[in-house]
């Protein structure tokens, strides 16, 4: 069965580094776009980052963009966010996503759908 | 991205009511519209893509419909299981929520 499980999260403090992991099981890793999506306390769900399937193509939102870097390794099958420059709007559950068609990724083409998810880990940054 | 709308924000319904979201998009997008279940404390789930597919597994009591601008997403027969919050997903934006709650 699909499985991601998240490390890396913890506390920091402002204007330090973090990097988020995510391994990836039960499926062809190689294939699919993958995400991260965070939520931070109390709040709804922001899109944060994409990497595709294919030439590793990524994508970031705005408020993350020039700061995050999301990169992946398909012989270790997982996919990683490095997070720099860290601010306090940035605490949030951080959550590794797989993109349910291949091919079908933010930046790539239309009608991304994220079918699983990881479990989250949480990012918290406070000095 | 096209910022998406949720209505209601929260409801509270009996159980075996129809409950009914909705979703707008600023813009035309399709079918490109897809909806989540977060339970308390845990990630969301993917329960409709395409506006009207129901990922495997997912209960007959849930559907969605729309196409362009405007969605929706229905619980035909509340279940106290159903307690969650919903959102709605295009792309890079997802909807604020609605909060189902059991009476």
């Known amino acids: 069965q699909v499985q991601l499980v998240e490390s890396g999260g913890g506390v920091v403090q402002p204007g330090r580094s973090l990097r988020l992991s995510c391994a990836a099981s039960g499926f062809t890793f190689s294939n699919h776009g993958m995400d991260w999506v965070r939520q931070a306390p109390g709040k709804g769900l922001e899109w944060v980052a994409v990497?595709?399937?294919?030439?590793?193509?990524?994508y970031y939102a705005d408020s993350v963009k020039g700061r995050f870097t999301i990169s992946r390794d398909n012989s270790k099958n997982t996919v990683y966010l490095q997070m720099n420059n860290l601010r306090a709007e940035d605490t949030a559950v951080y959550y590794c996503?797989?993109?349910?068609?291949?091919?079908?990724?933010?930046?790539?083409?239309?009608?991304?759908?994220?079918?699983?998810w990881g479990q989250g880990t949480l990012v918290t940054v406070s000095s | 991205d096209i910022p998406l709308t949720q209505s209601p924000s929260s409801l509270s319904a009996s159980v075996g009511d129809r409950v009914t979201i909705t979703c707008r998009a600023s813009q035309g997008i399709n079918n490109y519209l897809n909806w989540y279940q977060q339970k308390l404390g845990k990630a969301p789930k993917l329960l409709i893509y395409?506006?009207?597919n129901l990922d495997a597994g997912v209960p007959s009591r849930f559907s969605g419909g729309g196409f362009g601008t405007y969605f929706t997403f229905t619980i035909s027969s509340l279940q106290p299981e159903d307690v969650a919050t919903y959102y709605c997903q295009n792309e890079g934006t997802f909807g604020p929520g609605t909060k189902v709650v059991v009476k």
């Open positions: 990497i595709s399937s294919v030439v590793s193509n990524d």
């Open positions: 996503v797989r993109d349910r068609v291949p091919g079908r990724a933010i930046g790539t083409a239309p009608g991304a759908v994220f079918d699983y």
């Open positions: 395409d506006a009207s």
